[in-house]
């Protein structure tokens, strides 16, 4: 039985390889998160940086596998979402690639920081998040499972993108 495009594109990232139109990023592990439900949700229109709709910050969990010999890693979080559709993202799962623009070494809490859209891009599902004290350091969302419904870079493109993130450590395996 085949396995579903997330799951295969999870794997082959797991495995260190790269999407295609990389830019020359290093991919330094996956990053894989599950929604709350309940989250706040402002429903005026949102119109920033293009981006209309519903504005929504959900809690989340999520484990960090780096590629090569790294500990895996558990966050708690947030995710800001805004669209038409922002609240389908309660009790999903989002997959986001880690990568780095320069080799950064592993240490406990890497990715603890805040990650958001840059000004300068056009937003849609795949824009990239850069974070804000570690600019090397980017999440470039890869897929979303939302129920039965699964969402993978090429597919239909949903109307809400993922504006901001935001990571602290809870636990580590090192």
């Given at each position: 039985?085949?396995?579903?495009?997330?799951?295969?594109?999870?794997?082959?990232?797991?495995?260190?390889?790269?999407?295609?139109?990389?830019?020359?990023?290093?991919?330094?592990?996956?990053?894989?998160?599950?929604?709350?439900?309940?989250g706040?949700?402002?429903?005026?229109?949102?119109?920033?940086?293009?981006?209309?709709?519903?504005?929504?910050?959900?809690?989340?969990?999520?484990?960090?596998?780096?590629?090569?010999?790294?500990?895996?890693?558990?966050?708690?979080?947030?995710?800001?979402?805004?669209?038409?559709?922002?609240?389908?993202?309660?009790?999903?799962?989002?997959?986001?690639?880690?990568?780095?623009?320069?080799?950064?070494?592993?240490?406990?809490?890497?990715?603890?920081?805040?990650?958001?859209?840059?000004?300068?891009?056009?937003l849609?599902?795949?824009?990239?998040?850069?974070?804000?004290?570690?600019?090397?350091?980017?999440?470039?969302?890869?897929?979303?499972?939302?129920?039965?419904?699964?969402?993978s870079?090429?597919?239909?493109?949903?109307?809400?993108?993922?504006?901001?993130?935001?990571?602290?450590?809870?636990?580590?395996?090192?």
């Open positions: 039985m085949p396995l579903p495009a997330t799951v295969s594109l999870a794997i082959l990232l797991a495995f260190g390889a790269a999407l295609p139109g990389g830019g020359g990023l290093a991919n330094i592990g996956v990053l894989t998160c599950s929604t709350s439900e309940g706040t949700t402002h429903s005026e229109d949102d119109f920033s940086q293009g981006a209309r709709g519903a504005r929504s910050v959900l809690s989340m969990l999520c484990t960090f596998r780096p590629v090569g010999s790294g500990p895996e890693e558990s966050y708690v979080g947030t995710v800001q979402v805004v669209g038409t559709n922002a609240g389908r993202f309660e009790r999903a799962t989002i997959i986001l690639q880690v990568n780095s623009m320069v080799p950064i070494p592993f240490h406990p809490g890497l990715l603890e920081q805040g990650y958001s859209v840059e000004r300068a891009l056009k849609s599902r795949w824009t990239p998040l850069t974070g804000e004290t570690k600019k090397a350091i980017m999440l470039q969302p890869i897929a979303e499972r939302e129920g039965p419904m699964r969402h870079e090429g597919s239909e493109p949903p109307t809400a993108v993922i504006l901001s993130v935001t990571l602290k450590l809870r636990s580590t395996s090192a």
